[in-house]
Structure formats: structure tokens, C-alpha cells
């Protein structure tokens, strides 16, 4: 019995150490050699494991081949795979798509230009901007053409609840509609049926067909409740919106509390702020209806996005602390309200047409016409019209001088730094570690060591980091704040925040010069590549080194 037992253990452990080395294999070792189509099983076996981190190693990998095979239609299809596997980071996803759809158009791959639309609609809708989401749909839908798969009534799916959420509920019905008759043809009454069902009692509801909504969630509630893998929760509160609408305050309140947990726990703010928006609007105590409505204002700031039904929500606020004679307040929602109809009418009010403007347009046919309103007003004879007419010429000709001598300098700036890159020079210029030569409280061994430190830091750009701070960056050091800043101050000449902005300025001109693609990221993405934290510090920062807005040179070095 007992060498029965030590037989059974050595086979243990023999089989524990053979499966421990096969899980130390290198998953580079497991991948090489396979094709792309390997490559792609291998890839959405992880992913759909919810391997994300090994779903991303596959997917670089076949991104690494596929450049080196110069394989474009891989390259693309990673960018895909690289945006599916990196919703952690929304912006992250966002870049993805851009690389994949530049790509795409620059070599005119169809099929994967409407994968990166779809997936940067996807992304967008994620991130609560909904007017460019709706535009990217509807770019993938152009371009795909695959028409009748389940593919493109996924997409057209997304596009419904876009059009909902813009306005356009007619349209949203009729493609719930033709959804719902394809997945009762397939067969198909799984998740996708019930999300048709969903977007269905909504779409419903918002075209006042209450008793159609209501026959929708009674169907959809029993099937969720059956399959289990959709939340019947969905439908308790699509039923809550239904009796808010037919004005069952009791209803609607009990269907509306027994969704919240459901709809905090899924992170589905949109619903949650509606949720919110209607419990506040049937609560007859004030107080608590202002509760509800500062959790609508609460998700707002949380998120930075709002859809237009809650709105009302901060019209609410005001009259609240308008019946209180809370000043303060009343400001502080008005504020808040003026923020928020910027954002709907971002989001909202442009997605069906694209307005273009001409600089300074506008705001000349304004002069214009003021100019002419208060000659008609004052009722000023001929000659003194002509004066007048006469002096608003030579404003507009001064006006006009002055932009063309700003651009001419603009132009001359940006000749400039181009000629400083191509020159290798910029860098050279301004990374001199030669300083005023004065005396200064700081050791030689000490002044050397921070010395070959900010050498290093140059080198390794490590001023890239976010959010870097004096001290973090003396802690790095290992030394001290007060000498850091002495050092930077007589060897650099520079304060440290302005050392710090310079490098990141450098750098980013540097890499718009030489990087075709980052040319076309947004001037948030490209702040953000540079290492600060705000488009604002970015655009200042810009400006204060180069004399030139980041706009202007974008458009230049594209030009």
C-alpha cells in the first residue's frame, strides 16, 4: 500500500511539472508558423474565453506579421481584433478604428473600412457620442454590403436605437420591425430577438402605440425570464416608461424602483438618468423629486453626456430654488443647463447635416446689418450713410490686412520649424545643458547626478509620462524638489513646467512631421499622445512654443 502511494505521487508530480512547463510555453512559440486564419481562430477562441490580455498578445502578433508580409487586409483586421479587445479603454478602442478605417481607405478595402466603421460607431455610442456613432453606422452600412445577414441587421439595430435617441422614432420602428420579422424567420428567439423585442416596446412608445408597447413587454419579460441570458429587467422597465406614459404614476414608480439596481450593476447610464428623470417628475414631495433630479445631474457629470429627455430634469432645479429664493443655486443649474444644451445640440441637433462656415463670414454680415439697422433706425441722410459705409469698408480692410500679415507670419513660423526638422535641429537647439554658469548652492557629485538624470530623461522620453510633477520627478532622482528646480532653472534656463511642455512639443512636432497617421487623430488624441492631461494645456503649450495654433499646423502639414 505505501509503495502504492509513492507510485501515485511521483505520477503526480511528474504530471504537474510537464503541465506546469507547457503553461510556461511562450504563446509567440504556439503562434508561429500559423496563417492568418489560424491566427483569427486562435484570436476569437481567447476573446471569447474573455482572455482579453491573450486575445491582445494574438492580435499584435498577427498585426506584427501581417506588416511584415505586408499583408493589408490583415493589418486592417487587426486593428479590428486590437479595438475588440481593448474596451477597458474606450479612447484606446477609438484609436484602433481610426488606424483601421485610414488603412482601409488608403487601400480601398471595403469590407474592412465598414468593420471599422461599425466597430467606431460601437465605440462612440459607448462613450455617449451619439451624433458621431450614428454617423459612423451609417458609414459602415454604406460600405457593407452583405446585405441580409445577420451582420447587417445587428447594424441596422444600432442605427434604430440611434434614431430613437435623436428623434427619428418612425424610422427606429420600421427597422425594429423588419429585425423582428428576420429573426422569426431564422428561428432565432435567443438574445438578439429580445434586444429587437426591447428596441421594439421603446420605439413603440415613443410613436404613442402604448398598447403595442405593452403587448411587446409582456412577450419580451416571459422569453427573458425563460432564457435567462437577457435581463427581463429590460422589459420591468421599458413597462415603467410605458404607465409614465399613460400617466399609472403607481405603476409606472414600482416598475421603475425594481429596474435601478439592474441598470446601475449593467452601467446603463442613458436608461438610468430616464429612470431618475421620471421618478422625480411623478414624486409629489419637492424634495425628493430634487433628489432624483440631482441624480440625473449626477450621471451627467460622471459620464459628460446627456440625451435630451431628462433635460427637463434641470428646468426642474431652477424652479425649485426659484420658488426658495436661492440664488446661488438657480446660477449654479443654470450654468449647468447651458453646458448641457451645448452638448445636445452637439450630439443632437447636427447629425443629419453638417454645417460648413467660412471664417469670419458670419460675423461681417452681422456688422453689416447692424450697420444698416441703425441707419434705417436713426434716419441719417445719404452722405452721412456713406460715411458710415465708408469707415465700415476701411474696418473690414484693416481687419483683412491684419489677417493677411497674421498669416503671412503664421506661414513664415511654420516654414520655419519645418526647416528645423529636416535640419535635425530643433532638438539640438533646445536640449542644451549649458547654463548661466553662476553660483549655485548644489555639490558637483550632486549637481552631476541630476544632471546625467535629466539627460536620461530627455533620452528615454520619459516626460511623456502624465501628470508628471516637480516632486514625482525629483523623487525619480532621488533628490529634492528645491534642487531639481535650481538645476532646470540654470541649466535649462526654463522653468519646470515649461521644460516639460517643451520636450512634450518637440516630440509631438517631431512625430507629426513623420508620422503620416497621427496626422488624422483628433487634437484630444494627439494632447493625450504628448502626454498632457487636457486639450487646453496642450493647445496653450503649443502655442506658446511654436507661435502657431495646433489647428493651423495640423491643416498645413497635411496640406
Do not use: W
Amino acid at each position: 500500500m505505501n509503495d502504492m502511494f509513492k507510485f501515485c505521487s511521483i505520477i503526480i508530480l511528474y504530471c504537474s511539472f510537464s503541465l506546469l512547463g507547457y503553461a510556461q510555453t511562450s504563446l509567440k512559440d504556439t503562434l508561429e508558423g500559423k496563417n492568418f486564419e489560424e491566427l483569427k481562430k486562435i484570436f476569437y477562441h481567447n476573446k471569447n474565453l474573455g482572455k482579453t490580455e491573450t486575445g491582445k498578445e494574438v492580435a499584435l502578433y498577427t498585426l506584427s506579421k501581417a506588416r511584415s508580409l505586408k499583408n493589408k487586409k490583415a493589418i486592417a483586421n487587426s486593428f479590428i481584433r486590437l479595438c475588440r479587445v481593448s474596451y477597458y479603454d474606450l479612447e484606446l478602442a477609438l484609436k484602433y478604428t481610426d488606424s483601421c478605417i485610414l488603412y482601409a481607405m488608403e487601400y480601398k478595402l471595403e469590407k474592412q473600412l465598414a468593420s471599422g466603421q461599425f466597430y467606431r460607431g460601437l465605440v462612440l455610442f459607448k462613450l455617449g457620442r451619439y451624433g458621431a456613432s450614428l454617423k459612423s453606422y451609417l458609414k459602415a452600412n454604406k460600405y457593407y454590403h452583405d446585405k441580409g445577414t445577420e451582420t447587417s441587421y445587428v447594424l441596422s439595430h444600432n442605427i434604430a436605437l440611434l434614431k430613437l435617441k435623436i428623434g427619428s422614432p418612425r424610422q427606429a420602428l420600421s427597422i425594429f420591425k423588419k429585425n423582428l420579422k428576420y429573426y422569426d424567420e431564422q428561428g432565432n428567439f435567443g438574445d438578439l430577438y429580445l434586444n429587437t423585442l426591447y428596441g421594439l416596446s421603446i420605439a413603440y412608445i415613443a410613436n404613442n402605440k402604448k398598447d403595442s408597447a405593452s403587448i411587446v413587454n409582456k412577450k419580451g419579460y416571459k422569453l427573458a425570464k425563460k432564457i435567462k441570458s437577457f435581463s427581463h429587467l429590460y422589459f420591468t422597465q421599458a413597462e415603467g416608461a410605458l404607465q409614465y406614459r399613460k400617466g399609472n404614476f403607481i405603476e409606472a414608480k414600482d416598475s421603475l424602483l425594481k429596474s435601478i439596481p439592474f441598470l446601475k450593476s449593467n452601467k446603463d447610464y442613458s436608461n438610468l438618468a430616464i429612470t431618475y428623470y421620471y421618478l422625480g417628475s411623478i414624486s409629489k414631495v419637492e424634495e425628493t423629486k430634487v433628489k432624483y433630479y440631482k441624480k440625473v445631474d449626477s450621471i451627467f457629470k460622471f459620464k459628460k453626456y446627456i440625451i435630451p429627455q431628462p433635460r427637463k430634469a434641470y428646468e426642474g432645479l431652477i424652479n425649485y430654488y426659484k420658488k426658495k429664493g436661492d440664488i446661488k443655486n438657480q446660477l449654479y443649474y443654470m450654468d449647468r443647463l447651458l453646458v448641457v444644451d451645448t452638448i445636445i445640440n452637439r450630439e443632437y441637433r447636427n447629425v443629419s447635416r453638417t454645417f460648413h462656415y467660412e471664417y469670419d463670414t458670419p460675423r461681417l454680415i452681422a456688422n453689416k446689418e447692424i450697420l444698416i439697422s441703425e441707419l434705417n433706425k436713426k434716419n441719417k441722410d445719404f452722405k452721412y450713410g456713406i460715411y458710415i459705409l465708408v469707415a465700415a469698408l476701411i474696418l473690414v480692410l484693416v481687419l483683412l490686412t491684419s489677417i493677411y500679415r497674421r498669416k503671412k507670419s503664421n506661414e513664415k513660423k511654420f516654414r520655419e520649424i519645418i526647416s528645423s526638422l529636416k535640419e535635425k535641429s530643433l532638438n539640438q537647439d533646445l536640449n542644451k545643458t549649458k547654463g548661466k554658469k553662476r553660483v549655485i548652492p548644489i555639490d558637483n557629485k550632486t549637481l552631476n547626478h541630476i544632471l546625467n538624470g535629466l539627460d536620461e530623461f530627455e533620452k528615454n522620453k520619459t516626460f511623456l509620462t502624465p501628470k508628471l510633477t516637480l516632486s514625482s520627478f525629483a523623487k525619480k532622482l532621488e533628490t529634492n524638489t528645491k534642487y531639481l528646480s535650481i538645476v532646470i532653472n540654470d541649466y535649462k534656463s526654463q522653468t519646470f513646467k515649461n521644460y516639460i511642455n517643451n520636450l512634450r512639443i518637440e516630440y509631438i512636432v517631431d512625430e507629426l512631421y513623420n508620422n503620416h497617421i497621427l496626422r488624422n487623430y483628433t487634437i484630444n488624441a494627439i494632447a493625450i499622445e504628448a502626454g498632457f492631461s487636457s486639450t487646453e494645456s496642450f493647445t496653450r503649450a503649443f502655442s506658446k512654443k511654436t507661435g502657431l495654433n495646433v489647428s493651423y499646423f495640423l491643416k498645413k502639414i497635411k496640406s
